[in-house]
């Protein structure tokens, strides 16, 4: 299941360090993958992620996990943005 991920985030190195060394790793173990990752042009504080998981279940396990969370808020990810699309293909 492919999906988009956009949210905030006050620096993307800053974000782009946690999550390629952090994250994907976590991703990956549950049966995930990372398409594309950037910012907007015009705005670096607007994050953009395609992924591809098992299912819907397992991006929800994600993102409601508590530890999970905490991660992305200390690499400045600012969750109460944070909006989830599912993509038909």
Do not use: C, Y
């Not at 949210?7 to 976590?26: H, L």
């Not at 907007?40 to 591809?52: G, P, T």
């Amino acid at each position: 299941m492919i999906f988009l991920l956009q949210e905030e985030i006050d620096n993307f190195e800053k974000f782009s360090e946690w999550f390629n060394t952090e994250a994907v790793p976590k991703i990956e173990a549950a049966g995930g993958r990372v398409l594309v990752q950037g910012v907007e042009l015009e705005n670096e504080n607007m994050l953009h992620l395609v992924m591809e998981a098992p299912d819907q279940e397992t991006v929800g396990a994600f993102m409601t996990d508590e530890e999970f969370t905490a991660e992305r808020i200390a690499a400045g990810v600012h969750v109460e943005t944070t909006q989830v699309t599912f993509l038909q293909t």
